[in-house]
């Protein structure tokens, strides 16, 4: 990596540290957020406020060698919005990987960008809330978790073909957080039927931090 990369700025909605993962297969881990400003899908339930296409939400150029600066865990998440729509995506995951840290990116799968494979992807579809927004048919056998959003039980259905044919790739139900009081016994259900999949609870909602 050029040391001229780490000068490129991106659109940063907000940053923070030393929180844990609240998700999926790292809940529970230490962990770095940076949030990246923007996204086209517009999921009706997004709790980041990008359920109208995020007008008038926070977003700073900020460069990579700020954000660097400001670490402190071993793993870094990248989310947003969408990371993907962003072109120099690949250029902030290889200098966090240069700093020895860990990655994670947290996407729809709306969007593609050749990142390195020591990414860890997490793909959580939208394409059944957004059916503009398919998801690219590289992350199902790129992503290494799969976190579907479950409301009606209907999701799993919606991506049956796909789950089916990646079945090494862990799948993590995760209850509609406006919804949960009737998500988590449909989930439970699911469970029943898929025994390999696994629950997963928003933790840092419960325990109050970001």
Same mark, same amino acid.
């Given at each position: 990596?050029?040391?001229?990369?780490?000068?490129?700025?991106?659109?940063?909605?907000?940053?923070?540290?030393?929180?844990?993962?609240?998700?999926?297969?790292?809940?529970?881990?230490?962990?770095?957020?940076?949030?990246?400003?923007?996204?086209?899908?517009?999921?009706?339930?997004?709790?980041?406020?990008?359920?109208?296409?995020?007008?008038?939400?926070?977003?700073?150029?900020?460069?990579?060698?700020?954000?660097?600066?400001?670490?402190?865990?071993?793993?870094?998440?990248?989310?947003?919005?969408?990371?993907?729509?962003?072109?120099?995506?690949?250029?902030? @995951?290889?200098?966090?990987?240069?700093?020895?840290?860990?990655?994670?990116?947290?996407?729809?799968?709306?969007?593609?960008?050749? @990142?390195?494979?020591?990414?860890?992807?997490?793909?959580?579809?939208?394409?059944?809330?957004?059916?503009?927004?398919?998801?690219?048919?590289?992350?199902?056998?790129?992503?290494?978790?799969?976190?579907?959003?479950?409301?009606?039980?209907?999701?799993?259905?919606?991506?049956?073909?796909?789950?089916?044919?990646?079945?090494?790739?862990?799948?993590?139900?995760?209850?509609?957080?406006?919804?949960?009081?009737?998500?988590?016994?449909?989930?439970?259900?699911?469970?029943?039927?898929?025994?390999?999949?696994?629950?997963?609870?928003?933790?840092?909602?419960?325990?109050?931090?970001?």
């Amino acid at each position: 990596m050029l040391v001229s990369n780490l000068h490129i700025k991106l659109p940063i909605h907000e940053t923070f540290q030393n929180t844990v993962q609240g998700e999926g297969f790292w809940t529970g881990t230490l962990v770095d957020f940076i949030r990246l400003a923007g996204c086209p899908v517009r999921c009706p339930w997004c709790d980041t406020g990008y359920q109208n296409g995020g007008n008038g939400l926070p977003s700073v150029a900020r460069s990579i060698s700020e954000l660097l600066a400001e670490l402190q865990s071993p793993r870094v998440v990248i989310t947003g919005g969408e990371p993907f729509i962003h072109r120099d995506l690949p250029e902030l @995951v290889a200098a966090l990987l240069a700093a020895d840290k860990q990655v994670s990116i947290e996407t729809s799968g709306a969007y593609w960008q050749d @990142v390195s494979p020591l990414a860890w992807i997490t793909l959580s579809p939208k394409e059944h809330v957004s059916p503009k927004y398919p998801v690219q048919e590289i992350f199902w056998t790129r992503a290494n978790e799969i976190k579907l959003v479950v409301g009606t039980g209907e999701e799993v259905d919606f991506y049956r073909e796909h789950l089916l044919k990646n079945v090494n790739i862990p799948v993590f139900l995760q209850p509609e957080w406006s919804a949960k009081d009737q998500a988590v016994p449909i989930i439970l259900e699911l469970l029943k039927q898929h025994p390999s999949y696994r629950l997963s609870l928003q933790t840092h909602k419960f325990i109050g931090v970001q």
